[in-house]
């Protein structure tokens, strides 16, 4: 299978913010060791971050509009909460999305405990850190 895996807003800081909840390991080290299970299993998996809701919705259209993908791994980060229009462009693709979070938002603050995004998506893992990436891999295949 091909997998596109997207990282939302702030994940670039990933081992740099919040390490009692993000961890230590950069969105580079991460996409490492996602990229490494993907080749273990004979998957192929491309990387995508950015901070800008359309760049992500841009995205989301592209890998529908140009093909080629069979799943979507999407950590929106606080996008998740709010962002019809990320929850809009997932329920326009017919490729399946699964929303990943690596801390477990329901113990976290009321407001990270409701997604617009989860009722348009094929599942949901959180709270495994880096693995909520490949458990939402093996999901989807």
């Not at 490729?95 to 949901?124: D, T, Y």
């Amino acid at each position: 299978m091909k997998f596109l895996v997207l990282n939302g807003v702030n994940l670039n800081l990933t081992g740099l913010r919040e390490k009692g909840v993000y961890g230590t390991e950069t969105l580079e080290e991460i996409n490492g060791k996602i990229a490494a299970f993907a080749k273990e299993n004979g998957d192929s998996v491309d990387f995508y971050q950015s901070n800008v809701e359309g760049e992500l919705v841009n995205k989301l259209h592209e890998a529908f509009l140009k093909g080629g993908y069979d799943g979507i791994v999407f950590n929106a980060g606080a996008h998740t909460h709010y962002s019809y229009a990320l929850r809009d462009a997932i329920a326009a693709i017919n490729i399946p999305v699964v929303e990943v979070h690596m801390s477990n938002v329901h113990a976290r603050e009321e407001f990270r405990h409701h997604s617009v995004l989860s009722e348009v998506c094929k599942g949901v893992v959180c709270g495994f850190g880096w693995k909520s990436y490949v458990m939402a891999m093996v999901g989807l295949k």
